[in-house]
């Protein structure tokens, strides 16, 4: 397919780890994402792409999210029955190549209409048994990002329900309005976090490198003079809920603003297993956030960077990982 990919840093040590699999893996989407897909994102904040990965990039992304569930690290947290893991490919050879070689690079690129940059990735797993909901919450406020083009590629080696799969409200992501985050230690309660507030307001690092230490998500502070997530779970009528049943193989893109949960209360026989990589597009700048809950990917620490700046002024830590064709 027309475009440009751009091969990031990790491309030799990952084709030596991953060896199960062939060297030269398809970077295509199985199929082109149509016009009417890219404008249900734009319109709705969210759309399912059915069937664009390969089956070889299903085997790698199970083989990765295993190896990362079996070695939790300092960036693993666990949330009652949900961990979630911070930056898993750099601990994952094989998300570590999903992330430079894949399709998702591209069909993130496509969706947004520009070249795009990797920031950032998680992990999610809810093992079998019960599966709690996962709260409605919007990602915006937990990272130094600034800008309209951001999306999340979600993917799963697992079949999901829609009643426990990604869900979001339509068309949130045009509200142009950031939420405090859920997490984070509560500066009206705790005085230790009142003084980390003030540093950070006078332009300290809420999160320094030192996170890459010791880190929970209650390492960080609340900005409580953000509003509140609405109660969506309890007003569900009021609000156009979308969500699907997820088949592996499939992408999820939701914007980076978008309000968005996982269902639950249901026994499963089966684990969840998900993966979402954040992609930013030509527009996404840094934001010194004096709530901030994720640390900055490590590698952008040492370049100090200030609210205001492009991440494209960065691209040793940002290499452009998918541009379009020259000639449009």
């Known amino acids: 397919m027309n475009g440009r990919r751009q091969c990031a840093f990790h491309l030799r040590l990952t084709r030596a780890k991953t060896s199960g699999y062939p060297d030269a893996m398809t970077a295509d989407p199985l199929r082109e994402i149509t016009k009417e897909e890219i404008s249900d994102f734009h319109r709705d904040g969210a759309v399912l792409l059915k ?18 569930i ?4 300092v960036m693993s947290e666990n949330l009652g029955t949900l961990r979630v893991d911070q ?20 069909i993130a690129g496509r969706a947004l209409g520009s070249a ?13 048994g019960l599966f709690l909901p996962t709260p409605w919450h919007q990602d915006t406020c937990y990272y130094n990002l600034e800008g309209d083009a951001l ?60 996170a890459y230490d010791d880190w929970n998500y209650f390492s960080g502070v609340r900005d409580n003079s953000l509003p509140k997530v609405p109660d ?31 269902g639950g209360n249901v026994a499963s026989q089966t684990p969840r297993r998900a993966h979402a990589s954040l992609w930013a597009g030509s527009d996404v700048r840094y934001l010194h956030r004096v709530g901030q ?35 449009g």
């Open 51 to 68: 069937g664009v990965l390969a089956s070889e990039w299903v085997d790698l992304l199970r083989e990765g999210t295993d190896a990362a």
């Open 70 to 73: 079996a070695n939790p690290d």
């Open 87 to 106: 930056f898993p490919a750099a601990k994952s050879p094989a998300l570590q190549r999903i992330v430079d070689e894949s399709p998702l690079a591209e």
């Open 116 to 128: 795009v940059r990797f920031y950032m990735d998680q992990l999610f797993f809810k093992p079998k």
């Open 151 to 210: 999306v999340r590629a979600w993917v799963s080696p697992d079949r999901v329900s829609r009643e426990v799969s990604l869900e979001v409200v339509r068309g949130s992501h045009l509200w142009n309005v950031t939420y405090s985050p859920l997490a984070g230690r509560d500066p009206d309660l705790d005085a230790d976090a009142r003084v980390m507030l003030e540093s950070a307001r006078a332009g300290e690092p809420m999160l320094g490198v030192d």
């Open 232 to 262: 969506i779970e309890g007003h569900r009528d009021s609000y156009e809920i979308l969500g699907w049943d997820y088949e592996p193989g499939d992408v999820i893109l939701f914007h980076g603003h978008i309000l968005h949960a996982a």
């Open 293 to 327: 809950v994720i640390p900055d990917p490590r590698a952008l620490y040492k370049y100090e960077p200030k609210s205001g700046q492009p991440l494209s002024e960065f691209p040793e830590v940002f290499p452009v990982a998918w541009s379009p064709d020259p000639a």
